[in-house]
């Protein structure tokens, strides 16, 4: 699962070194297992075991994302909780759609989304879901979030964070003429991704590609996938399923590469509510289907750290590293 060899990456000695002197149990953990505590130079970073604590930053001044989707519902209180989360972690917003209940109106955006999320909006970079377009045309997302959403008709743009290039696309598929190849949205990423030539490439939206949940795979979004697989894209986050799961990086068929693949993360834990999850399809690390929270990824310029970070009150995390291709 994580794939980063430290030994041939030298920019965690040092943190290795942060890592020593944040965890005093790190000393205890290495005399247990007989490994000399000096130098310190030689300590490898312990492995982030699933559902460990969150280990201490590595790289303060690295820049973070904050993602989920499925969001605000009026007179629920998971919004205000994630909203909560917000307040205290600095770093770009993503909304990951399905961000107002019931039907993205101008009335749920402005009520149910505005006193919550909202209060972020000047750092949030969306993305529309299915329940947006229950209001024709979206009109409502596309007017709440403005020119930060991208052209109404398209819905999908891309920008830089630090290192990386991000990518925020639109699964609904049928309003914008289509996800295939040779599609307008298709022809438009494979252009911007051979522009922007990074390392790291993280890209977004709102249906996922594989899920074990009630909704199941979003075959509709094979192509993309495969269009990102081919640019070497390293992480895609979506939302709809109203819960958390980690995938192993896997290729646009679903078969694993820890090489080349892409690894998803689904994150519909913004508040709305939950959806019991199946059982797991292949390549799915691990899964939770009841608490809220948001997903931290800190990028670094050639790797990235995952956080998932849950509400008040809520004991669920998840956390680790891998290096981009
Ligand atoms: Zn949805």
């Given at each position: 699962m994580q794939t980063r060899n430290p030994l041939r990456r030298p920019r965690w000695t040092s943190i290795a070194l942060v890592s020593a002197l944040a965890l005093p149990g790190l000393f205890t953990l290495l005399a247990l297992l007989g490994t000399p505590a000096a130098p310190v130079e030689a300590v490898q970073p312990p492995e982030q075991p699933i559902n460990s604590p969150?280990?201490?930053p590595v790289a303060a001044d690295d820049p973070v994302l904050l993602a989920a989707?499925?969001?605000a519902a009026?007179?629920?209180?998971?919004?205000e909780q994630t909203a909560a989360l917000l307040d205290r972690l600095p770093g770009t917003v993503l909304a990951l759609g399905d961000n107002a209940y019931q039907a993205g109106t101008d009335a749920e955006f402005a009520q149910c989304y505005s006193p919550t999320w909202g209060r972020h909006r000047a750092r949030t970079r969306p993305v529309p879901g299915n329940h947006e377009y229950d209001t024709p045309?979206?009109?409502g997302y596309f007017g709440y979030f403005g020119a930060a959403a991208a052209p109404p008709d398209k819905g999908y743009y891309s920008y830089d964070v630090g290192d990386w290039h991000i990518v925020a696309l639109n699964s609904n598929c049928s309003q914008i003429g289509g996800c295939q190849i040779g599609s307008p949205q298709e022809r438009w990423l494979r252009a911007d991704l051979a522009a922007h030539p990074t390392r790291c490439t993280l890209a977004y939206w709102h249906h996922p590609r594989f899920n074990s949940g009630k909704h199941g795979?979003?075959?509709?979004?094979?192509p993309i996938w495969q269009t990102l697989y081919d640019a070497g894209a390293d992480v895609v986050l979506s939302g709809h399923e109203h819960s958390y799961e980690r995938f192993?990086?896997?290729d646009a068929a679903g078969a694993a590469d820890p090489e080349r693949g892409i690894r998803q993360f689904t994150v519909g834990t913004g508040g709305a509510s939950h959806h019991a999850l199946g059982r797991p399809i292949a390549n799915s690390e691990l899964q939770n289907a009841d608490a809220f929270g948001v997903l931290k990824l800190m990028l670094h310029p050639a790797g990235y750290d995952w956080e998932f970070v849950p509400?008040?009150?809520?004991t669920f995390t998840d956390s680790g590293h891998t290096a981009c291709h």
């Open positions: 969150p280990a201490a989707g499925d969001i009026c007179g629920r209180p998971g919004s045309g979206a009109v795979n979003d075959a509709e979004m094979q192993a990086p896997q509400v008040a009150g809520a």
